[in-house]
């Protein structure tokens, strides 16, 4: 909802299924806000940002899309709230993961199923 009040159209794709990850919540609440600021920085309005959960035996993965501005915040990037991200993904077992094309950026995040 935050990024539809920032004027984003949203596609969640997300199902729950019944497994178990450990999580820390002031974690997850920064790398949230980190990523939702990123999008409002970087990315494209004139496409979805796309949230999408997808699950394996050993991990659920949690994938942020959008597509890159041309014309938004063209300044270099510090890459410390990435950093910051994988930090804390890494405090819990977890992984981030970034893929980014000419116009078009995915963030992975995965925690371990316990």
Same mark, same amino acid.
């Given at each position: ?12 794709? *997300? &199902?729950?299924?019944?497994? =178990?990850?450990? /999580?820390? @919540?002031?974690?997850?609440?920064? $790398? ?18 796309? *949230? &999408?959960?997808?699950?394996? =035996?050993?991990? /659920?993965? @949690?994938?942020?899309?959008?597509? $890159? ?29 970034? @893929? ?15």
């Amino acid at each position: 909802m935050f990024l539809e009040s920032q004027g984003f159209d949203t596609e969640c794709r *997300i &199902e729950w299924e019944p497994v =178990k990850i450990a /999580v820390s @919540i002031d974690y997850i609440i920064r $790398i949230v806000n980190n990523i939702s600021s990123n999008i409002i920085k970087y990315a494209d309005l004139s496409k979805p940002v796309i *949230i &999408e959960m997808k699950y394996s =035996k050993n991990q /659920v993965e @949690i994938w942020f899309m959008n597509g $890159i501005s041309p014309s938004r915040n063209n300044g270099e990037s510090t890459k410390m709230g990435i950093q910051n991200i994988k930090s804390m993904m890494d405090k819990m077992g977890g992984i981030c993961e970034v @893929i980014k094309h000419d116009s078009s950026y995915v963030m992975k995040i995965k925690f371990p199923v316990k």
